[in-house]
């Protein structure tokens, strides 16, 4: 199988993680919104996401030359947390995998295999990876393709690629906040919908 051409492409994102892990990391809104120009990151029309306990969340579109994109942004108690992006939605589910697993692949030339990683459903393809990083967390997930037999709902969705990256601390103690709240189990990020 050949790599897709995407855009961002994943030799993009892999250089835009990379330069956004060495970087100073905001805290406040003020220093996120400077970070987001210093680094050329895009949220047109953020609205925000309905989230529970300390968290907020803010989604809006990407870059015009990225095509369908989402972008957004999380915080908890009011302190930056991570960026998140949905991607390549419109490109077939051959195509959203071998891009998806072509990202995987450079992700960990950059930051190591990562720490987790799990096929969700063997029959289309998805997967999920998850990367710990000194001070940064990155989750990489292929959603979207015909759901398997026996699935509730049997609708076709369309692919669509999601990448987090975290500040860890932060992300730890908001998902620590939602395992209190839900009794032992993490709510799904309302994102997570793109």
Known sequence: MTEIDVRPSPAELVDLLTELVASPWPTTESE?????AEHGLV???????????GSQAWVGTGPEQWGWSRCGWSTFEDEFVGVFWFLWRGTSMEGSELAARALRDQLAQRFGEPAQEHVTEPETGRFTAFWETP??????YLHGGMRPQGAEDQFYDEPVIQLHLDHAERSARRDAEARERHGGEVAPRPADQG
């Open 135 to 140: 001070g940064h967390t990155i989750d990489l």
């Open 32 to 36: 996120r919104v400077a970070w987001f």
């Open 43 to 53: 949220v047109a029309g953020p609205e925000p996401e309905p989230r529970d306990g």
